[in-house]
């Protein structure tokens, strides 16, 4: 199954540079990771937010949250996600 992941990172503001910075570095790692087992397929960033929109492929809804609940930023981010469908022009 795809799925549309949108998400926006909420670290708090007084987060130290440091520790911000790990965990940016960390972030980037898991992702590497995903993307080479073949569940990130594409990710971009928008434009004047801390947020992404990523293609994702997993096959269901439960190995998704476990891939995305093992990104190191998790637990400071709001998750939106869509189920994606083909469409009859697609096939």
């Known amino acids: 199954m795809e799925f549309l992941v949108r998400t ?21 790692e898991r992702a590497m990771e995903l993307r080479a087992a073949g569940v990130l397929k594409r990710l971009w960033r928008v434009p004047g937010r801390n947020a992404t929109i990523g293609l994702y492929e997993a096959a269901d809804p439960a190995a998704l949250h476990d891939a995305l609940s093992s ?7 709001d998750v939106t996600v869509e189920a994606l469908a083909t469409h009859p022009q697609e096939r």
């Open 8 to 28: 926006e990172i909420l670290l708090p503001a007084d987060t130290p540079d440091d520790v911000r910075e790990r965990l940016r570095t960390n972030e980037r």
């Open 71 to 77: 990104l190191p930023m998790w637990k400071w981010m």
